[in-house]
């Protein structure tokens, strides 16, 4: 389809493992946002590109938590020595610019035993 | 940081009631928008509003953007079982490349 694919849709790994989730955006899509969602709860920001350019990593809760997007299309998110309180889902969206509707993946779930 | 503040946070109905769930803020938006989440997917986009005092209609669903920017509501007229959900208000602070969500709003529609 032409929508935002993010993969895998789950993950469970072993605290400390690393891991690493993939989101493919619209193409042609010049933003790229990654979020994380507790369970029942609003989606939190964590990192925002612009092409390859990663302008905004605020969000982002510890240096555990990497993110790259280096030919401005695809995005990984990696997350480092995997802990308990990682435990969420992932989700990535695109848009076409900065302000423009974002349209969502349907989201990694990770679980961190 | 979340900057929207939704309520009710939960909220269970009958088919057929009216309900209206409330995004409020301190700070100015430019603008606002809100989304639907079903179980195991993304958000999908219901309206995007960008003027104070802005009413939108969609079916049975009716936005409303605050005079200042601050707040929003959403509006559901004769819930049905397909409007169970949860809702989020999100929107753009002017405060850099962050996009803010709410709270949620999960909404369950009972047949």
């Known amino acids: 389809g032409a929508g935002v694919s993010q993969s895998p849709r789950y993950k469970v790994a072993k605290r400390g493992q690393d891991v690493a989730l993939r989101c493919d955006p619209i193409s042609g899509h010049v933003s790229l946002f990654w979020y994380q969602q507790a369970l029942g709860q609003g989606p939190e920001f964590l990192t925002y590109f612009q092409n390859e350019a990663q302008l905004d990593k605020s969000g982002l809760p510890s240096d555990r938590f990497f993110a790259e997007r280096p030919e401005g299309s695809v995005s990984t998110l990696k997350i480092q020595r995997t802990q308990q309180e990682d435990s969420a889902v992932y989700l990535c969206?695109?848009?076409?610019?900065?302000?423009?509707?974002?349209?969502f993946g349907d989201g990694t779930r990770l679980s961190i035993l | 940081t979340q900057l929207l503040e939704q309520s009710p946070q939960f909220l269970s109905i009958q088919e057929g009631e009216n309900l209206t769930v409330y995004c409020n803020s301190s700070?100015?938006?430019?603008?606002l928008q809100w989304y639907r989440q079903e179980p195991g997917e993304g958000p999908v986009l219901l309206v995007t509003?960008?003027?104070?005092?802005e009413v939108k209609k969609l079916k049975r669903l009716t936005f409303q953007f605050g005079d200042a920017r601050k707040d929003s509501s959403l509006h559901i007229t004769a819930a049905q079982p397909g409007d169970t959900g949860l809702y989020l208000c999100?929107?753009?602070?002017?405060?850099?490349?962050?996009?803010?969500f709410g709270t949620g709003t999960s909404l369950t529609v009972i047949p």
């Open positions: 969206a695109s848009s076409s610019l900065i302000g423009q509707p974002q349209h």
């Open positions: 509003v960008v003027t104070g005092g």
């Open positions: 999100a929107g753009d602070a002017n405060t850099g490349n962050q996009f803010y």
């Open positions: 700070s100015v938006f430019s603008s």
